[in-house]
């Protein structure tokens, strides 16, 4: 009998392997972490390391904000691993990851620009993705130029995002790999980002070797990005540092920092996809009740009660609500 082979890849076997940031120490200023030798979490990581420093597959990782899926930012066959894995649309840039700041130093090739000075200070390692110009290419001897960045990473853009992430787990990855890291949220392209190794696995299973589970997220939302290129700054991308910070804490030049717009065309180009695609597109309903309300609940309440039958319900409430105060009810 002849079988017919069929054009999908089959599926790659998708391991959660454990990692314990008790196991991790890393400074804010020091370069490389001090991994606990022999314990799991340091084969694991340096299994992730491995994988990533020798382009073999994404990895997928926890950060304080939610689960990247990791691939060296200098090889265009690696990045674009990440966008078959989560069918990301080709012209959505990524965030470029790093350890130290001196790490991002010798992938630049002019200074980092003063205007970012204070937010680095403050907010780094942390949820705060920066635009920067993208460095010239790097020409050897022979006259043959290699991009300093996969211009997979930042398509036909002349910026690229970098932040330098807090989680331990994150930033040992990318120390032990040497290597700057791309990384978008670890889901499939359009559903909600990641905060649980699980998270990961649901959307990612099948189409990647490895995923590190260093248990949830703290933040739970992505990084804010900042263009500090432009002027007046702006914020391209709410997220883990609020804009009152950015003006609290990023000196006289971001008291004035707007807000992105938010009506790209599909024929512009992209300056951060939240503007272009589809993002963030949970597969239940989704109902936001806004107002200052008196904490009860009320509205809330009453849309409940109305509801029939006895399909399942997830409730994210503010920090506004007094829970103690509803939770009888709604089992009414
Ligand atoms: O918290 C985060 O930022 C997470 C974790 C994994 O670090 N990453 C993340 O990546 O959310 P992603 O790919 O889902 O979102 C990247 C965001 C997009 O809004 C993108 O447009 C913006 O960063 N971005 C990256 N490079 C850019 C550039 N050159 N210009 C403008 N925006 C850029
Ligand atoms: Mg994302």
Known sequence: MVSVSSALPPPIATQILPVALSDIDFPRDADMPNVQQSSVTYTNLHKAADMIRN????VAFPTETVYGLGASALSTTAVRQIFAAKNRPLDNPLIVHISSVSQLRRLLDTKIPNIYEPLIQKFWPGPLTIILPLPAPIRN??????????PACTPGQNT?????????????LIA???TPIAAPSANASSRPSPTTAMHVYTDMAGR?????DGGACNVGLESTVVDGTVSPPAILRPGGVSIEE???YGGPLWMGVITGKSDAGHDEKVRTPGMKYRHYSPKAKVVVFLGQGDGSGGEILRYLRGLKGDSKLGVLPSRLFNLDSWDEEIKK
């Open 208 to 212: 990647i070797p490895l995923i590190l």
């Open 176 to 178: 032990i790999s040497d």
């Open 55 to 58: 382009h073999i597959a994404p």
């Open 141 to 150: 001897e022979d006259g043959i130029e290699t991009p300093a960045i996969s």
């Open 160 to 172: 690229f995002g970098v932040r330098m992430p807090s989680h331990p787990v994150a930033r040992a």
């Open 246 to 248: 950015i003006r609290k």
